[in-house]
């Protein structure tokens, strides 16, 4: 398994921008494909954006298409969700997430990854 550490979420107005980061420890980070996800208050988790072992594959959710961009640095071990203009419905718990893959794999479902961070918090206040 892969030790996942989130950061960067925090309160924000609409409109706003904020950059989350996730760094892995554990297996070579450039063997998994990595995964953001997010639950609100009330709701289940759901995928937000996924992205392959070398970067040159992205998938999104509809909602966020436009607005949010995945990128990997395997220098650095790391993952990133820019998240621009922020809406309030954006609020949630944001979760890295990473499994075992080769290729060009990525994958939109929880079922997929066999590691998760503790999750940070996003606040889009309107």
Same mark, same amino acid.
């Given at each position: 398994q892969v030790q996942?550490?989130?950061?960067?979420g925090g309160l924000v107005q609409a409109g706003e921008s904020l950059r989350l980061s996730c760094v892995a420890s554990g @297996?070579?980070?450039? %063997?998994?494909?990595?995964?953001?996800?997010?639950q609100a208050p009330g709701k289940?988790?759901?995928f937000v954006? =996924?992205?392959?072992?070398s970067g040159?594959? %992205?998938?999104y959710v509809d909602s966020v298409k436009g607005r949010f961009t995945i990128s990997?640095?395997?220098?650095?071990? =790391?993952?990133?969700?820019?998240?621009?203009?922020?809406k309030p419905e954006d609020t949630a718990v944001y979760y890295c997430a990473?499994? @075992?893959?080769?290729?060009? *794999? *990525?994958?939109?479902y929880e079922y997929s990854y066999d590691?998760?961070?503790?999750?940070?918090?996003v606040t889009v206040s309107s």
């Open positions: 996942l550490v989130e950061s960067g @297996r070579t980070f450039s %063997t998994n494909f990595m995964g953001w996800f997010r289940g988790r759901e954006a =996924t992205i392959s072992l040159g594959m %992205t998938l990997r640095d395997n220098s650095k071990n =790391t993952v990133y969700l820019q998240m621009n203009s922020l990473a499994g @075992r893959g080769s290729g060009r *794999y *990525y994958s939109p590691s998760w961070g503790q999750g940070t918090q």
